[in-house]
């Protein structure tokens, strides 16, 4: 079955640690996303990445860092720096090119900071 | 103002009910538009895509309406399984990126 899958589905850390979070799809998607939401709002993007070795800044990257080394795998890193980490944390992908294609997303990490 | 915007509800409709929500979008260079569903802590799932000439699926019915810059989404009939958060979403190509902006949601309960 081709999808999106996301782990760990709950995650814990102290305060200070840095934290990476897993994203892979096996849709042969070029294009790959994170997003952020807190309870009651909406979906904040935080990086997006059009092609392999490519990516780029959304909306609220500060304190976050990704990379594309394969078009499977786009792993979210959350660092020390980010104030507010707390969240749930949602990976998409999609096609990509000169049109607007629809989003699928994987199942989200709820990760909790203390 | 808000690239999209939606009126968060919730929106407490008794079952079999028809119920209608709008979402606002201030891009006009904005190119293609979706509904989403999201169910209470799970990841949004696509509900349908929004065509320029409308489009149906069953039950529900999405609109666009380019001029006064909304779409919309029709339930008829409402179930109790249609009790979710339904967000839109707009896309546009800037710069050889695709730009994608959710909106924050409608809330959903429909009642017995």
């Known amino acids: 079955d081709g999808g999106i899958t996301q782990s760990p589905k709950y995650l814990f850390r102290k305060e200070g640690q840095n934290v990476t979070l897993s994203c892979e799809q096996n849709?042969?998607?070029?294009?790959m996303y994170w997003y952020r939401q807190d309870p009651g709002q909406g979906l904040r993007l935080i990086y997006y990445s059009q092609i392999v070795n490519d990516f780029q800044k959304g909306d609220i990257a500060e304190g976050y860092s990704v990379s594309r080394e394969k078009k499977e795998s786009f792993p979210l890193t959350v660092t020390s720096a980010q104030k507010n980490p707390t969240a749930f944390y949602l990976c998409?992908?999609?096609?990509?090119?000169?049109?607007?294609?629809?989003?699928?997303f994987g199942p989200g990490t709820r990760l909790t900071v203390t | 103002r808000k690239e999209v915007e939606q009126d968060p509800g919730p929106f407490n409709v008794p079952e079999g009910a028809t119920v209608a929500f709008n979402c606002t979008y201030s891009n006009s260079a904005s190119q293609s538009f979706f509904w989403y569903r999201q169910d209470c802590r799970k990841e949004p799932k696509l509900l349908m895509s929004?065509?320029?000439s409308g489009n149906e699926d069953g039950r529900f019915t999405a609109q666009l309406n380019r001029a006064s810059q909304y779409i919309s989404l029709l339930i008829r009939d409402s179930k109790l399984s249609d009790s979710a958060t339904y967000l839109c979403?707009?896309?546009?190509?800037?710069?050889?990126?695709?730009?994608?902006?959710f909106g924050t949601g409608t809330k959903l309960q429909v009642i017995p």
């Open positions: 979403v707009v896309n546009w190509v800037s710069g050889g990126y695709q730009k994608v902006t």
């Open positions: 849709l042969n998607h070029d294009a």
């Open positions: 929004v065509y320029s």
């Open positions: 998409a992908s999609s096609i990509s090119g000169t049109g607007s294609y629809e989003q699928y």
